[in-house]
T-cell receptor, first 113, second 116 residues
């Protein structure tokens, strides 16, 4: 049973426009959510996180929105840049710890110049 | 952010041999390290949680006798794939965190294992 789902395996966006990556989860006990960016043959790089007590967290071009009632979170990147092209994983954890993570299957974002 | 180094970055081995992968925290002490595995175009799956000085905790379905984990110091955890088979070919990634309630864990660069 996949507890964290990213239903879009890929997304293409024009440079300068907004990229919206979506993630759904089933375990209502998850209380900490993170987004990671990953290039091929490299480990994930942390982007941004959000605690379940918040519904929005913003860091530069990256904003994460959390809708607990819908068990849904999204990552907005604006404006999108070609260097943002990578696989984006959303992850969730219990007890506010960002260490033991359950990952989604990832979304390949391609930003077209 | 903190640096986690994983070695080797890639390895090719013959079926039946064993391969050791090292995960080091370079600028902090990691009381806990995590080992993940990623199949092509799939998610990272947690294999085990490694605590310094104690036995690793394995996730359901992960063979502890096949994937030996040793966390002998606060800066080093090793994963040994014993008697490797082609189906063990995968991308293995470690992450490390400090303290019982640390902030974000930091990931190594991963190891591409190919068993021929």
């Amino acid at each position: 049973d996949q507890q964290v789902k990213q239903n879009s395996p890929s997304l293409s966006v024009q440079e300068g426009r907004i990229s919206i990556l979506n993630c759904d989860y089933t375990n209502s006990m998850f209380d900490y959510f993170l987004w990671y960016k990953k290039y091929p043959a490299e480990g994930p790089t942390f982007l941004i996180s959000i605690s379940s007590i918040k519904d929005k967290n913003e860091d530069g071009r990256f904003t994460v929105f959390l809708n607990k009632s819908a068990k849904h979170l999204s990552l907005h990147i604006v404006p999108s840049q070609p260097g943002d092209s990578a696989v984006y994983f959303c992850a969730a954890s219990l007890s506010g710890s960002a260490r033991q993570l359950t990952f989604g299957s990832g979304t390949q974002l391609t930003v077209l110049p | 952010g903190a640096v986690v180094s994983q070695h080797p970055s890639w390895v090719i081995c013959k079926s039946g041999t064993s391969v050791k992968i090292e995960c080091r925290s370079l600028d902090f002490q990691a009381t806990t390290m995590f080992w993940y595995r990623q199949f092509p175009k799939q998610s990272l799956m947690l294999m085990a949680t490694s605590n310094e000085g104690s036995k690793a905790t394995y996730e359901q379905g992960v063979e502890k006798d096949k994937f030996l984990i040793n966390h002998a110091s606060l800066t080093l955890s090793t994963l040994t794939v014993t008697s490797a088979h082609p189906e063990d070919s995968s991308f293995y990634i470690c992450s490390a965190a400090s303290g019982p309630w640390g902030t974000e864990a930091f990931f190594g660069q991963g190891t591409r294992l190919t068993v021929v």
